[in-house]
């Protein structure tokens, strides 16, 4: 398995907490991703970055936002927590999927926003 | 912006039947196609996947999946089915090289012993 890790791996907040999910790679990878996982919609895109300093939206981004300061971690900041931002998040990692790369996942962080 | 359909979310077979998840995206350029599966409690692992070259490609575990570039499909099949394939299976699209890769809304494949 390439490596990822996600931190934490369960977290359970309150609404209008902020919230930070760490993401960190071992593989040197340049591509960042960060997608929910929810029950009939699958994954969604919620912001990815292509470099250090360098972050663009995904689909579903509002309410979110990303940080890349080194090349292993992507932070993913909840600013104030929604009970609609309750899901299982993925972070991801690629080379380059533009030129079939495949992505590899971390093992997902459960957050729930009572 | 690309956009990737998956029918028949929910897929309940016996072991030894065959399987066929069907993949639509909506594209008219240059795509990569990839099939993930997630096994329960997993993350997200990668069963095949299609670059370039011939259609037909062949993965993990006995799983093949088809581009068929005028039908803008890419449908997973299995000849049979084991237990061990329970699991969620993702279609997922990457269109004209730019980094991103938009993902269907999965297939729950039951399995039957």
């Known amino acids: 398995d390439a490596g990822i890790t996600q931190s934490p791996r369960h977290k359970v907040t309150e609404t209008g907490t902020p919230v930070t999910l760490r993401c960190h790679q071992t593989?040197?990878?340049?591509?960042m991703y960060w997608y929910r996982q929810d029950p009939g919609h699958g994954l969604r895109l919620i912001h990815y970055?292509?470099?250090?300093?360098?972050?663009d939206k995904g689909e579903v981004s509002d309410g979110y936002s990303v940080s890349r300061s080194k090349t292993e971690d992507f932070l993913l900041t909840l600013e104030s927590a929604t009970s609609s931002q309750t899901s299982v998040y993925f972070c991801?990692?690629?080379?380059?999927?533009?030129?079939?790369?495949?992505?590899?996942f971390g093992s997902g962080t459960q957050l729930s926003v009572l | 912006a690309q956009s990737v359909s998956q029918h028949n979310h929910h897929v309940i077979l016996s072991e030894a039947a065959s399987l066929e998840l069907g993949c639509n995206y909506s594209y008219g350029g240059t795509v990569n196609l990839f099939w993930y599966v997630q096994y329960p409690g997993q993350h997200l692992q990668l069963l095949l996947k299609?670059?370039?070259?011939?259609?037909l490609v062949k993965g993990i575990k006995g799983f093949e999946a088809e581009f068929i570039k005028s039908k803008f499909s890419f449908n997973l099949r299995k000849p049979s089915v084991q237990w061990s394939d329970t699991a969620e299976y993702f279609c997922a699209v990457n269109a004209g090289g730019n980094n991103r890769l938009a993902f269907g809304k999965g297939n729950q494949v039951v399995v039957i012993p």
């Open positions: 991801a990692i690629s080379e380059s999927i533009g030129m079939g790369e495949k992505l590899f």
């Open positions: 299609y670059f370039s070259g011939d259609p």
């Open positions: 970055s292509y470099g250090v300093k360098d972050t």
């Open positions: 593989e040197n990878h340049r591509y």
